[in-house]
């Protein structure tokens, strides 16, 4: 907190590109301690330790196929079948020349075979049973610790824990697991008209769409998001007051509106008297005014107030945030390069994010927009599967030039938000 921040106006901060903006987020972030959480629960998540197999797995030899545990020097013609090894333990049988053993996937092997030769190859008559084929040793066997080795390193630190590795570390006995938590975030709306969605607005007033949408946002990237009932007014003393308190409760804080040049704009002052504000402007539309603070050590994300801007800078800044507070490496959305369908004029300061539908036809992908591009018109990102990437720049884009599409909703594919408009490298979705 510093004299100088406690008097500055939103023109007053720098204004920093898009790539510029997240640099500082980014380098603002850092992963949630580890905690050991039930197995249950830890899907999703980054693992926090490498897991070492403690044990052999299979831990005994197994059967990879329903028939018979045989000898395979054995030359018997017709061996007396000495009983039945189901998955489970018996440890009286044996197979020896002459004799084999009825064997179930997964059962273990019982002591004298070597090999076990499946249903299909053989035919059981009156307790005894003949070979249709020969059969090598080792044949139809897992042997102890062929798909883990005691010793080995089943899963690295960092991997992210899907159905196979939740498979793995419950095989190995994982019943709790080291890993990042997934960083509470609340949502906080800001602004004297705000009225809950059930009432009636009265002139002037409108319902606060922003928090549950908001709240959607962050539950879609996976996260549990904390909304605050009531909107918060545009008051200095009741915002400091907020936002106090929502970061007690949480990890990360998000707040909508009063984050640009109106007098009662009064999010970015409190919060430069809370804590430190990194990003106070950022060149693209929509989204200018979009401010990130550090107070004590949380990271808190102003989103301007107007619905189509606040859900592109949760887009553009706050998902790739909280992945990486959760320790994900994947941050980026996958981009193609498309070619427009209409022409689009261009912004001559700010990166424009255009929401688009992009298909694919036989020559690439093509984009069309989705109706009217304002800040407050929602409608238009309804449906959109798509964000079009304009660099600020002179001239327009007549129908037909070749921009770049970040796919929203295709899952991230990328290290790091692409860096430096036009794209270096594509990738193609869809086939
Ligand atoms: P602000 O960023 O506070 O200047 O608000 C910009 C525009 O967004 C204004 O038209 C606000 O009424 C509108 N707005 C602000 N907060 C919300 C919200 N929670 N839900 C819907 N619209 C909002
Ligand atoms: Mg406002």
Redesign the pocket.
């Known amino acids: 907190m510093t004299a100088k921040n406690r008097s500055k106006r939103s023109c007053d901060y720098a204004m920093l590109s898009f790539e510029d903006a997240w640099r500082r987020i980014s380098g603002a972030l850092t992963p949630l301690p580890p905690v050991q959480q039930p197995l249950e629960s830890v899907t999703g998540l980054v693992l926090a330790e490498d897991v070492i197999a403690r044990e052999n797995i299979p831990p005994f030899a197994a059967s990879t196929m329903d028939g018979y545990g045989v000898l395979s020097a054995d030359t018997t013609c017709e061996r007396f079948v000495a009983g039945e090894q189901n998955a489970g333990l018996r440890l009286d049988l044996t197979v020896k020349e002459g004799t084999a053993v009825r064997i179930m996937t997964g059962a273990p092997v019982p002591a004298g075979a070597d090999a076990v030769i499946p249903f299909e190859q053989t035919v059981e008559t009156d307790g005894r049973v003949r070979l249709l084929s020969a059969v090598g040793p080792g044949e139809n066997i897992r042997a102890i610790g062929q798909d883990i080795a005691s010793g080995e390193t089943v899963l690295k630190k960092g991997s992210v824990l899907g159905p196979a590795e939740i498979g793995l570390l419950a095989t190995l006995g994982h019943s709790r697991v080291p890993v990042l938590p997934r960083p509470r975030v609340s949502v906080m709306?800001?602004?004297n008209?705000?009225v809950p969605i059930h009432a009636t607005p009265r002139l002037g007033q409108?319902?606060?769409?922003?928090?549950p949408?908001i709240a959607a946002a962050v539950k879609v990237c996976g996260f549990d998001a904390i909304a605050l009932p009531q909107?918060v007014v545009?008051d200095e003393a009741e915002l400091e007051r907020a936002i106090v308190e929502a970061l007690s409760k949480s990890d990360v804080l998000i707040t909508?509106?009063?984050?640009?040049m109106?007098t009662?704009?009064l999010?970015k002052s409190a919060l430069a008297r809370l804590g430190e504000i990194l990003v106070g402007r950022v060149a693209i539309k929509p989204g200018k005014?979009l401010t990130f603070a550090m107070i004590h050590g949380k990271p808190v994300f102003g989103l301007?107030?107007?619905?189509v801007?606040?859900l592109v800078c949760f887009e553009q800044f706050v998902r790739p945030a909280l992945r990486r507070m959760s320790g994900l490496r994947l941050l980026g959305r996958p981009c193609v390069d498309v070619r427009l369908e209409q022409g689009l004029r261009r912004d001559p300061d700010r990166t424009e994010f255009q929401r688009a539908i992009v298909e694919r036809d036989p020559e690439g992908f093509t984009a069309r927009g989705n109706g009217p591009q304002g800040?407050?018109r929602l409608k238009s990102l309804s449906g959109a599967n798509a964000l079009l990437v304009l660099p600020a720049g002179k001239g327009d884009y007549p129908a037909g030039s070749r921009v770049m599409a970040l796919l929203i909703n295709q899952p991230e594919a990328s290290e790091d938000l692409p860096a430096g408009f036009p794209p270096q490298k594509l990738q193609s979705f869809w086939g």
Do not use: F, K, Q
């Not at 409108?206 to 928090?211: H, L, Q």
């Not at 909508?256 to 640009?260: P, Q």
């Not at 301007?304 to 619905?307: D, H, S, V, Y």
């Open positions: 709306a800001t602004g008209e705000l409108i319902r606060n769409s922003n928090a949408a909107p545009d909508s509106g009063g984050v640009s109106g009662r704009d999010v005014p301007p107030g107007n619905p801007s606040s800040s407050s």
